[in-house]
């Protein structure tokens, strides 16, 4: 009796979903295994929205980098993320730096278990759990490790799909409009990929279930329609880009990050893409379909530059979630491939799917979890800039509120203090950056220029010759007060 307990354990999903979700949490965890802080500057962007957002307790508020009046589309087409995560810090207490460092672990785990929620269903849970896993972050394309918007809704594309697939109840309609606006008002490009992966289900419902399929056009179509008044310029002004050959994004380099993903787990997509189209029905047609129609997109930007590059940078990120749910088929097949029974040859041998397959995991892992290790990321700020900036934070009163000091390290100077910089690089250097490294490393003798700029601190670690700044903590300076 205790060795069927054993058996039935060993073959239990569970028992393989324990390590596959710890895998999920540690791939997540790489780009700060080593660093505390923030690593992208688009985490570091979101901070300072999320403080400026809960400081004003408005959706309305200044940009908390220049203190002018608009804070910029970041703030009006992801205020879900700033409200969800903002909240979430004022209640929890937990401090950004934390936060940033471990929830995108969180909620990776979470997207992958929502693979597993759709996949089991159809016999290949814990193998398209796994794959997932594998989905790389790099600076450019961004990806599950980072503290983004896109990162928080690549767990609805899974959950969407279960909810078609399986379900026909208001409450299941319901939670898809909801997934939809809560993605609208989060990262609307993330709810443009949604809608185009589930198209092909769409389509598929429409003639196999009609009342289905009519829903569904419903549950999609009305969010985004009560927001056309606020979007509709925005989408005009897309839509007409798709006719216009556009540049590639800088960090356009799809076959790269196919070498990333694995070229072995690449090849048992395809055979997972083989194995649905051969099975058909709607779930596996509208699988492959949803993954085609990505795939497609992608090449028609990279290579004949038609389309939208934030989508086509972010479609990369939802093509590799498909990919990784496609090829859990693909290893299920593998799994359940045996030898005719009639030959001669020890009965474990005959399972030479379950060799070849715990080959193929072995294998991805002992080349994948190093291939993550040695992707490059930046660092913007180490300890000492930090606790210096916290020391601002907590001891620099609000009669002091515009910086400057390094442009690199301007981004984090806002989110950790909440004060303003002179300038910051954001997508790339431009004049007023040379204009900050000029005054710093004049000796930030130049007091006319703070004067104009209205610039009453300075950080830097170079010399400051300037007698109208006073040091308050090494590498702080406050301009001294004007008497009469």
């Known amino acids: 009796m205790n060795s069927g307990i054993i058996c039935r354990l060993a073959k239990s999903d569970y028992i393989k979903l324990v390590p596959i979700l710890v895998l999920a949490f540690y791939m997540a965890l790489i780009p700060n295994l080593n660093y505390p802080y923030p690593v992208h500057i688009d985490e570091w962007v979101h901070i300072a929205h999320n403080n400026a957002l809960m400081q004003a307790a408005d959706t309305h508020y200044l940009d908390p980098f220049s203190g002018k009046e608009s804070a910029g589309a970041v703030a009006v087409l992801e205020v879900g993320f700033h409200i969800l995560f903002g909240v979430f810090h004022r209640i929890s207490g937990i401090s950004w730096v934390d936060i940033v460092r471990y929830l995108p672990s969180i909620v990776f785990v979470i997207t992958v278990l929502s693979v597993y929620i759709l996949a089991r269903r159809e016999g290949f849970g814990w193998e398209a759990a796994l794959f997932t896993c594998l989905i790389p972050t790099t600076v450019g394309v961004m990806g599950p490790a980072f503290f983004i918007p896109a990162a928080l809704c690549l767990m609805f594309i899974p959950l969407s799909l279960f909810l078609v697939f399986n379900f026909r109840t ?208 930046y660092h913007m700020i180490d300890r000492q800039d930090y606790n210096a900036f916290i020391w601002i934070r907590d001891n620099v009163d609000e009669n002091y509120q515009t910086a400057i000091l390094d442009p690199w390290k301007a981004t984090p100077f806002t989110a950790l203090t909440g004060k303003y910089v002179y300038t910051r690089i954001h997508m790339g250097p431009h004049q007023e950056s040379k204009q900050a490294d000029d005054f710093l490393g004049s000796g930030c003798v130049d007091t006319a220029f703070l004067t104009k700029h209205g610039i009453s601190i300075v950080y830097t670690q170079s010399p400051c010759n300037n007698p109208d700044l006073t040091e308050v903590r090494k590498n702080v300076y406050l301009v001294k007060e004007k008497n009469g």
């Open 170 to 377: 208001p409450w299941s309609y319901f939670l898809l409009f909801v997934f939809t606006c809560f993605m609208i008002i989060t990262h609307a490009t993330s709810a443009i990929i949604l809608i185009i992966i589930i198209v092909p289900s769409i389509l598929l419902y429409l003639k196999s279930e009609p009342k289905h399929g009519l829903m569904l056009v419903l549950v999609w179509a009305i969010p985004f329609l009560v927001t056309l008044p606020w979007t509709y310029d925005l989408i005009m002004s897309t839509a007409r880009s798709l006719f216009v050959q556009q540049p590639l994004p800088v960090a356009h380099d799809l076959p790269r990050l196919i070498q990333t993903y694995g070229y072995i787990p690449c090849g048992v997509g395809l055979l997972g893409v083989f194995y649905l189209t051969m099975k058909g029905g709607v779930k596996n047609y509208s699988l492959v379909f949803g993954l085609l129609i990505v795939l497609l997109m992608l090449a028609t930007f990279f290579s004949l530059h038609y389309g939208v590059g934030l989508i086509y940078l972010r479609g990369i990120l939802y093509a590799l979630l498909m990919l990784s749910i496609v090829a859990g088929a693909g290893l299920m097949m593998i799994k359940n491939l045996e030898l005719p029974s009639k030959l001669d040859i020890p009965r474990f041998t005959k399972k030479m799917g379950y060799i070849l397959c715990l080959a193929l995991i072995v294998a991805i892992l002992v080349m994948s979890i190093p291939a993550r290790q040695r992707i490059p990321y």
